[in-house]
């Protein structure tokens, strides 16, 4: 895809973080965005800020655990805009908690948020895309999708679960020229751990100094729009520790192992 304008861009997670830079590095581009997240106040601020017509943003509030919604959320987008060019799988939750101390609810909202949510949306956008015989999903995994440590041990799992889903769609899909770009990030700026959760699944509250000194979110979303423009599988974005661990993982496991094990969060 070389040229974003007038392609109808859904992105989930858009009142904050990576997703609200996204919205307005696709809305440069000229793009029209549908927004989802749960806080519509905030979504109608991210709206205001792409200062794109009213007409070419639907604001689409939803908590995406709630999978019956997916198929209806759908239906108001193609009745909007008539279809979908990109899916951006964004929305997600990370976790600051030890295996032994976390609730199973914990876990399972988690799954909920972070990988099941991607597969009921992207049951109902597919059938669509099908039809064109055109699409493109953008699906936000993480180093932690190829590496697990320590207090990530639900997140590390569900990031783990999108990558093996997405590598299917994206063998299944290219008979019909739907393609899936997996973004793996290290440590981006955003307040992704004021909002993990905890053991009992309460908000963690507190700013990772790695996450405060991590790249600036409007610097990432520029990189995962590039790697769209270039039809790219996968991308690693992420100071060289974060990466260096995603390669340290595949050649050389056991040192990565030894690595992890030694990193004990603050
Ligand atoms: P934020 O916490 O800033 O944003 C998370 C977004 O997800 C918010 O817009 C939030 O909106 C939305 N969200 C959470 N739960 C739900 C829900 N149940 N239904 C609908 N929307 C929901 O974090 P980031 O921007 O950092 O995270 C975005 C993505 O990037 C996530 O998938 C994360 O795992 C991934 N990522 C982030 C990294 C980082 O270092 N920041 C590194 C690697 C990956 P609302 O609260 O309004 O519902």
């Given at each position: 895809?070389?040229?974003?304008?007038?392609?109808?861009?859904?992105?989930?997670?858009?009142?904050?973080?990576?997703?609200?830079?996204?919205?307005?590095?696709?809305?440069?581009?000229?793009?029209?965005?549908?927004?989802?997240?749960?806080r519509?106040?905030?979504?109608?601020?991210?709206?205001?800020?792409?200062?794109?017509?009213?007409?070419?943003?639907?604001?689409?509030?939803?908590?995406?655990?709630?999978?019956?919604?997916?198929?209806?959320?759908?239906e108001?987008?193609?009745?909007?805009?008539?279809?979908?060019?990109?899916?951006?799988?964004?929305?997600?939750?990370?976790?600051?908690?030890?295996?032994?101390?976390?609730?199973?609810?914990?876990?399972?909202?988690?799954?909920?948020?972070?990988?099941?949510?991607?597969?009921?949306?992207?049951?109902?956008v597919?059938?669509?895309?099908?039809?064109?015989q055109?699409?493109?999903?953008?699906?936000?995994?993480?180093?932690?999708?190829?590496?697990?440590?320590?207090?990530r041990?639900?997140?590390?799992?569900?990031?783990?679960?999108?990558?093996?889903?997405?590598?299917s769609?994206?063998?299944?899909g290219?008979?019909?020229?739907?393609?899936?770009?997996?973004i793996?990030?290290?440590?981006?700026?955003?307040?992704?751990?004021?909002?993990?959760?905890?053991?009992?699944?309460?908000?963690?509250?507190?700013?990772?100094?790695n996450?405060?000194?991590?790249?600036?979110?409007?610097?990432?979303?520029?990189?995962?729009?590039?790697a769209?423009?270039?039809?790219?599988?996968?991308?690693?974005?992420?100071?060289?520790?974060?990466?260096?661990?995603?390669?340290?993982?595949?050649?050389?496991?056991?040192?990565?192992?030894?690595?992890?094990r030694?990193?004990?969060?603050?």
């Amino acid at each position: 895809m070389t040229n974003f304008k007038d392609k109808v861009v859904w992105i989930t997670g858009a009142s904050s973080g990576i997703g609200e830079a996204l919205a307005m590095a696709f809305a440069k581009e000229g793009a029209k965005l549908v927004l989802t997240a749960r806080r519509r106040g905030e979504l109608e601020r991210v709206k205001r800020e792409t200062t794109l017509p009213d007409m070419d943003v639907l604001i689409l509030p939803l908590d995406v655990t709630q999978f019956d919604q997916a198929k209806p959320a759908t239906e108001r987008v193609i009745a909007h805009f008539g279809h979908i060019d990109i899916m951006v799988h964004n929305a997600g939750v990370s976790q600051r908690s030890y295996i032994n101390d976390t609730d199973l609810e914990v876990y399972q909202n988690l799954m909920n948020v972070d990988f099941f949510s991607t597969v009921a949306l992207t049951k109902a956008v597919l059938p669509h895309m099908i039809a064109r015989q055109s699409g493109h999903f953008i699906v936000m995994s993480s180093v932690a999708g190829k590496v697990g440590t320590i207090m990530r041990s639900g997140y590390n799992a569900a990031k783990h679960a999108l990558q093996g889903f997405y590598d299917s769609l994206r063998a299944e899909g290219y008979p019909h020229n739907i393609k899936v770009t997996t973004i793996c990030p290290g440590y981006i700026r955003t307040n992704i751990s004021l909002n993990a959760l905890n053991a009992s699944g309460d908000k963690f509250g507190k700013m990772d100094s790695n996450q405060a000194k991590g790249i600036p979110a409007d610097v990432c979303a520029v990189k995962i729009l590039d790697a769209v423009r270039r039809d790219k599988k996968e991308i690693y974005i992420g100071g060289f520790k974060e990466v260096a661990a995603i390669y340290l993982k595949r050649f050389f496991p056991n040192l990565l192992f030894d690595q992890v094990r030694k990193n004990i969060p603050e």
